[in-house]
């Protein structure tokens, strides 16, 4: 009996190291940990953040993105998972539009 209970054990752990395993593949599975004072690693962290953010989606206009959140407050755990709308997008399209119609340099002509 103790050989049956120790196999199972091991095989349930095999497993969740597998499946744990294929699910970091997953090039939107990305973890948000620090928040920082500029686009840059090198700049200055301003926050660890406390809780677990990932990224696990992104919708095909790049305005919609879907996060899970989870946090722990003693031995009670919250998850949660959704869309939210942050317009980058939208931004970008806005930014490249105005890139265009911005008047060429005159000092790169030089």
């Known amino acids: 009996m103790k050989k049956?209970?120790?196999?199972l054990l091991?095989?349930?752990?095999?497993?969740?190291?597998?499946f744990a395993d294929t699910t970091?593949?997953?090039?939107?599975?990305?973890?948000?940990?620090?928040?920082?004072?500029?686009p840059d690693q090198e700049?200055?962290?301003?926050?660890?953040?406390p809780i677990e953010v990932k990224l696990l989606d992104i919708s095909a206009d790049g305005n919609w993105y879907k996060v899970k959140i989870a946090y722990w407050i003693g031995p009670l755990?919250?998850?949660y998972v959704g869309w939210t709308e942050i317009p980058v997008g939208q931004a970008l399209a806005e930014r490249a539009s105005k890139l265009a119609k911005a008047p060429p340099d005159k000092t790169s002509e030089e």
């Open 4 to 7: 049956a209970l120790f196999a």
């Open 10 to 18: 091991v095989l349930v752990i095999m497993t969740g190291a597998i």
């Open 24 to 38: 970091a593949k997953d090039p939107y599975d990305l973890q948000i940990k620090r928040l920082y004072s500029a």
């Open 43 to 49: 700049s200055n962290e301003i926050l660890a953040i």
């Open 77 to 79: 755990s919250y998850t």
